[in-house]
């Protein structure tokens, strides 16, 4: 059961514009369980291409996702989503490979369902586990996943922003490219909700992005 005052919180944009981390910020300032749905389609895409599964092999996902079993462990104020046991580490998530890939495996309808629920369940998880709330980031939280979430809101930034923090980050991704990949695709494409906020974090440090969110909430 989900109490009464639970606070759900749907934080959507494009590639590095800012949820993961802002999301963390909300989470420790209000208590929330973090749910980051990137993390589940790269874990998913890695696996794949481990498997040498690529996103145009549509029978062998369909058939490869059927042996898959979802899992998670919680650590600290974040859920992490194992699958078959095995818990990735950050660098498999960002691989180049992943990074290149993980767009076209996120369009692939079977993979998009086969997450949605749990995605979906982590709400009565967060409370059952005693949070005061969630919050998610991905693309289509606030469209999608959680549409009837409380706060909504939608981060963008220039590509050159973008690509300067990947590269602080040590990562390389194709930022544009993923990003036109998810606003194009059929099924649930990534869009920013017509009741969600939208913030350009291009200028501003993630301290500025995190106050301004918490302001909004706390002054609803």
Same mark, same amino acid.
């Given at each position: 059961m ?19 981390s ?26 794949? %291409? ?11 996902? *369909?058939?490869?996702?059927?042996n ?18 095995? %818990? ?22 079977? *993979?998009?369902?086969? %997450? ?23 693309r ?5 996943? %959680?549409?009837?979430?409380?706060f ?14 990947r ?13 036109q ?15 969600? *906020? ?10 500025e *992005? ?10 609803y």
């Amino acid at each position: 059961m989900v109490k009464k005052n639970f606070m759900v919180i749907a934080l959507d944009g494009g590639a590095a514009s800012g949820k993961s981390s802002t999301a963390k910020i909300l989470a420790k300032q209000l208590n929330l369980l973090h749910v980051d749905t990137g993390a589940h389609y790269r874990t998913i895409a890695f696996i794949l %291409l481990k498997n040498d599964i690529y996103p145009s092999n549509h029978e062998l996902i *369909v058939n490869k996702l059927k042996n898959f079993k979802i899992g998670s462990m919680i650590e600290g104020r974040d859920i992490l989503m194992t699958i078959n046991g095995v %818990l990735l580490g950050q660098d498999d998530l960002r691989s180049p490979l992943v990074n290149q890939n993980v767009s076209s495996f996120s369009a692939v309808p079977e *993979v998009r369902h086969f %997450l949605l629920e749990y995605q979906r369940s982590q709400v009565e998880f967060a409370a059952k586990n005693g949070f005061d709330g969630l919050v998610m980031d991905g693309r289509d939280i606030g469209s999608i996943v %959680l549409p009837k979430a409380n706060f909504k809101f939608f981060l963008e930034a220039d590509p050159a922003t973008r690509y300067s923090r990947r590269a602080l980050q040590g990562h390389q991704d194709a930022i544009v490219a993923r990003d036109q990949l998810d606003s194009s695709r059929t099924t649930a494409p990534m869009v920013c909700a017509s009741d969600a *906020v939208r913030i350009d974090t291009s200028h501003l440090t993630l301290e500025e *992005v995190a106050n301004h969110i918490l302001a909004i909430i706390l002054n609803y």
